[in-house]
């Protein structure tokens, strides 16, 4: 029986389609259940449905406040009978509701190395505080914004001649490597 994720995303998702592919390509036993988005014109709806995958959007403007918005997504999860929960450029904090029903099971992807440069602006945060090496790190979500306990972490240089678009591109690069290499050790290691 496969591991079935949800991959939560906002925008673009890269990262949803590194997964996806990784997944495929290594023969992971994970199988992506559902893309939950809370951006009803998010690039990664199309790339989602590309591949089969359901997808749930939610606009939390919909709903009286975050709990309520959050059960739906929970009754979708139960519904696809989803093991874990990882979140891909979801730009929302996750509330009691869903931290509750998958106690450390969510996992998230974040372009610094914490607990340096939490929150939206990790890359042009490292980048502007001139330090010479940033990252990736993936941790489980808490309560706080990129303070839960950290899972994995890899460096990424910042070279004189960057640009925050060139560490941008470099730190997308090894995202798209290392959160499928993330995945399969927590699987290998059932934690997922």
Known sequence: ????????????????????????????????????CDQAQAPVIAKAQAVNVPVLVVNF??????????????TALQRQQVDALLLAGYM?????????????KIINIHPALLPHFPGRHGIEDAFNARVNETGVTIHYVD??????????????????????????????????????DVLQTLINEGAI
């Open 1 to 36: 029986m496969p591991t079935k994720i949800a991959v939560f995303a906002s925008g673009n998702g890269t990262n949803f389609v590194a997964l996806k592919q990784a997944i495929v390509k290594r023969q992971l036993a994970v199988e992506i259940a559902l893309l939950v």
């Open 143 to 180: 309560a706080g914004i990129d303070t839960g306990q950290i899972i994995a972490q890899r460096t990424v240089p910042i070279i004189p001649t960057d640009t925050v678009d060139t560490l941008a591109t470099r730190i997308h690069q090894c995202e798209h490597q290392f959160y499928p």
């Open 61 to 74: 403007h919909d709903y009286a406040n975050k709990a309520a918005a959050e059960a739906i997504i929970l």
């Open 92 to 104: 929302r904090i996750i509330g009691s509701t869903l931290l509750t029903a998958y106690p450390h």
